[in-house]
């Protein structure tokens, strides 16, 4: 079964925590709430975090099978697994069953207890999920779906779930920063690519440049300081078509 209507069901699978829950009567149409356009609300290191996602799963969709775009009944999304959430992050559906039924109304709810300081930076979070429907004459068929687009970003001050896609090309501010002598840097990139990173001083000068195979999602560059001057420096990365840069301060 080929690539289905589904990106709106799978898109909730990385909401998925351990607590009851009850949708919010409020949505009727078929959807994952918030959406993307309210977004999650920040979680703060030390804070506990608690969301409850509203799922309505749709009734039915189109497929293409052997060749056939034919309508058919969703009978279930199953959330299979998460992998890359923050080791104090943790996920769960409502009554622990991660099966979502067609036409009907379900949560699910992301928590932590306690996001921590060293969990601060970017994570990738990979979600696999198994669709079933029921193809009429073509039976009951099954896809599996892998979704790699979403990250959650831990910082000092909020935690936020992001997303990326195939042109996302996206610099992480250094940390820590200062640097007094190792730290690292995270970049998005939407597509396995060629990038350099280079680090200038504020008078132009290059004082450090590396070519490096970037993958699809969250790339870590670890950088050390202790042959740098102290003061102001500009690092950025560079894939042919974008140029990103910050700013970074080194304190030996």
Not at 60 to 82: C, S
Not at 148 to 164: G, R
């Amino acid at each position: 079964m080929k690539k289905i209507l589904l990106s709106l069901m799978l898109a909730f699978a990385f909401t998925a925590t351990k607590a009851q829950c009850v949708p919010d009567p409020l949505y009727v149409i078929a959807g994952i709430y918030p959406d993307s356009a309210a977004g999650l609300p920040n979680a703060i290191v030390g804070q506990a975090y608690n969301e409850v996602i509203t799922v309505i799963t749709p009734t039915d969709t189109v497929v293409e099978v052997f060749g056939q775009n034919i309508p058919v009944a969703i009978q279930t999304v199953e959330l299979i697994n998460i992998t890359g959430l923050p080791p104090s992050f943790s996920y769960d559906c409502a009554n622990s069953v991660c099966t979502f039924l067609g036409g009907s109304s379900s949560c699910a709810v992301l928590s932590s207890l306690n996001p921590t300081l060293a969990e601060i930076g970017s994570h990738q979070i990979i979600i696999n999920t198994t669709t079933t429907v029921d193809a009429g004459l073509f039976g009951i068929q099954t896809q599996d779906d892998v979704l790699d687009y979403y990250y959650i970003n831990v910082s000092s001050a909020t935690s936020s779930v992001n997303q990326f896609n195939n042109f996302s090309f996206e610099l992480k501010d250094i940390f820590p920063n200062p640097i007094n002598n190792n730290a690292k840097i995270q970049f998005i990139s939407g597509n396995s690519a060629d990038v350099v990173f280079t680090v200038f001083n504020y008078l132009g000068d290059k004082i450090e440049e590396r070519k490096i195979v970037a993958n699809r999602g969250v790339n870590d560059i670890e950088i050390s300081a202790n042959n740098y001057a102290n003061g102001m420096y500009l690092y950025s990365i560079n894939n042919g078509i974008q140029i990103v840069s910050k700013r970074m301060i080194v304190e030996n």
